[in-house]
């Protein structure tokens, strides 16, 4: 049930959803906006970094790559359970961003191997804690048939941090070639902004207390809660089509290899997929909130087929990576918000945070084991041979899934 806030305006009173967006859900839009200014700054420069500069394998840049996109799974759950279990989600995320703005510091001293390697885990480690409690926070602040669009607007905002790190990494190396250590610098100039920010302005809300002092019975944390069946069918559905999921990074590799036009603009290829990302957050979000967001969840893995198809042409050129670029935004705009908002719409609120982690762990899991898989599989069959393995994988997956997710598929409606 929602939870009103006093700053949003409520519902009128012949029962239609207030069309505004929570100031919460913008503040903690801004939040992570500056954290993915430092984040993907610095994920932007990893494969050039990892195997140019430090002069590491593909197999090392795969098993890199895989921690840093499910290492963060191992405490995601717990950072959900912190948050249900202390009704204080502000300050558990605030742990997890103050977590991954110190790592900053790190990049500057390791070399080698383990010592990227541990660095690049702790950083994923803050992510994991933080990313549940935020997001029960905007679920919380948001109407139940406009929670799409809410986290349409959180993921927009985080986008375009997404986009300007990327950026910013490539004006620094553009006229500092050999200049990864300022971009780490920068990165952590940002980070410390955002977890200020976070401390100062987003109010520490306690949802439980509050639905109850608004007459709301509510019962505390269970375990129990999370066997929901729905929630069984999402996390399964999340999971396989994780495991189907390349990393950015091995997508960009191959473009780099077949056109001279995504060589030479390597950190900007991140910039197009966050650029594609911001301009179909909201839309695919508003649409998910009337067409059902199962069905878009799942869906929106058409996208990232057609992109796999895209890297797997014999053709390079400027045409083939900006389409390229573009099916991956939409592919991540059409699954991150709406995957969040799935799970906090069938889980009770007292389990809401775990719940949302429950399923992002899976995701989490799912791309650590698909990213370490694929560095093995493009060193043992070659580039393009191991992308059409896996697109001919999602291609299958895809239309049994929606028959798997198919009770997950009504339209939300006001509770």
Not at 62 to 78: E, H, L, N, P
Not at 126 to 139: H, M
Not at 170 to 193: E, K, N, Q, R
Not at 252 to 274: C, E, H, I, K, M
């Amino acid at each position: 049930m929602y939870i009103s806030l006093p700053q949003r305006g409520d519902r009128s009173k012949t029962g239609a959803p207030a069309a505004r967006v929570s100031s919460v859900v913008i503040t903690l839009g801004v939040v992570s906006m500056l954290t993915d200014v430092s984040s993907e700054s610095v994920a932007s420069i990893l494969p050039l970094y990892i195997t140019g500069a430090m002069g590491l394998s593909m197999i090392a840049y795969g098993f890199i790559d895989g921690i840093y996109q499910g290492v963060s799974a191992i405490v995601r759950i717990g950072g959900g359970w912190a948050s249900d279990r202390t009704d204080n989600p502000k300050w558990v995320a605030f742990f997890g961003y103050a977590v991954s703005a110190v790592t900053k510091v790190g990049l500057l001293f390791v070399s080698g191997f383990a010592g990227i390697a541990s660095v690049i885990a702790l950083d994923r480690l803050g992510k994991g804690v933080r990313t549940a409690p935020r997001d029960a926070l905007i679920t919380a602040s948001s109407e139940p048939s406009n929670l799409g669009k809410s986290f349409g607007v959180h993921r927009m905002l985080d986008t375009i941090g997404a986009a300007g790190g990327p950026l910013l990494a490539f004006l620094i190396l553009f006229f500092v070639p050999t200049g990864y250590h300022l971009v780490f610098i920068v990165s952590l100039g940002f980070a410390v902004v955002g977890v200020v920010i976070l401390g100062l302005v987003v109010p520490a809300r306690r949802p439980r207390r509050e639905s109850v002092a608004a007459g709301e019975a509510r019962q505390p944390f269970r375990w129990g809660s999370l066997a929901e069946p729905r929630l069984r069918r999402l996390i399964l559905t999340a999971g396989i089509l994780a495991v189907l999921t390349v990393g950015d990074g091995f997508i960009y590799l191959v473009l780099q290899d077949r056109s001279p036009f995504a060589a030479q603009w390597f950190p900007l290829l991140y910039v197009g997929t966050n650029v594609a990302f911001f301009i179909f957050a909201v839309p695919l979000g508003r649409f998910a909130d009337r067409f059902g967001r199962a069905r878009v969840f799942v869906l929106g893995h058409v996208a990232l087929l057609a992109a796999y198809a895209c890297a797997a042409l014999p053709v390079g050129g400027a045409a083939v990576t900006i389409v390229c670029l573009v099916l991956l935004g939409a592919f991540y705009a059409a699954t991150d918000g709406v995957l969040a908002a799935l799970a906090g719409e069938v889980c009770p609120p007292e389990s809401r945070a775990t719940g949302i982690a429950a399923a992002q762990t899976v995701v989490a899991i799912g791309r650590l084991i698909g990213s370490t898989a694929f560095g093995i599989l493009w060193f043992a069959a070659g580039r393009e041979l191991a992308v059409v393995i896996v697109a001919a994988a999602l291609a299958a997956a895809i239309p049994a899934l929606l028959v798997l997710i198919r009770p997950l598929t009504r339209v939300a409606v006001n509770e």
